[in-house]
């Protein structure tokens, strides 16, 4: 049982690169969501799907992508990175309603120069 | 200030010592989810409350709806308990989750 899946692990980027992290997992979960986490501050949410063909945005969507064309997989693309988005994302996914349980994923160490 | 307070922002303990970690909040809430993330790792979640108490192995996690308040505790603390432990609360207004800046515990042998 995999759980969510993440990669790449850790990434190092030229400002104006773009990239996509891919996020995937095998549990049929309606809700997922990308966060990023920076030294000192909470895990911060990015966006987030509540099923195959919607997304929302989160508390800091600027530079960041999301689609949701499966309820698998949950790519969170980045169109041209710059050095503010330098941090470790996680993905995470949990059923719908508040008595879900969250499962993240291993994180992905983005580093962008 | 922040909507979750957790404290104290860094622990050091014993082998064997019993561990508490605070969390308090001041938003309604539907849930409040305790996550644990070892150094250089992921994060697993551990409880999610919203009333009462739970208890796994070592680990209970007890939450007080009226008081805002959660409280997670270690007993007979081991090394390998060394993690960040981390608090989150899902907001009732808004259903999104709200984290704590984490509690860096260290058990020394």
Known sequence: ?113 | KNEVEQSPQNLTAQEGEFITINCSYSVGISALHWLQQHPGGGIVSLFMLSSGKKKHGRLIATINIQEKHSSLHITASHPRDSAVYICAVRSYNTDKLIFGTGTRLQVFP
């Open chain 1, 1 to 113: 049982n995999a759980g969510v899946t993440q990669t790449p692990k850790f990434q190092v980027l030229k400002t104006g690169q773009s990239m996509t992290l891919q996020c995937a997992q095998d549990m049929n979960h309606e809700y997922m969501s990308w966060y990023r986490q920076d030294p000192g501050m909470g895990l911060r949410l990015i966006h987030y799907s509540v099923g195959a063909g919607i997304t929302d945005q989160g508390e800091v969507p600027n530079g960041y992508n999301v689609s949701r064309s499966t309820t698998e997989d949950f790519p969170l693309r980045l169109l041209s990175a710059a050095p503010s988005q330098t941090s470790v994302y996680f993905c995470a996914s949990k059923t719908q309603g508040w008595t879900g349980e969250l499962f993240f994923g291993e994180g992905s160490r983005l580093t962008v120069l």
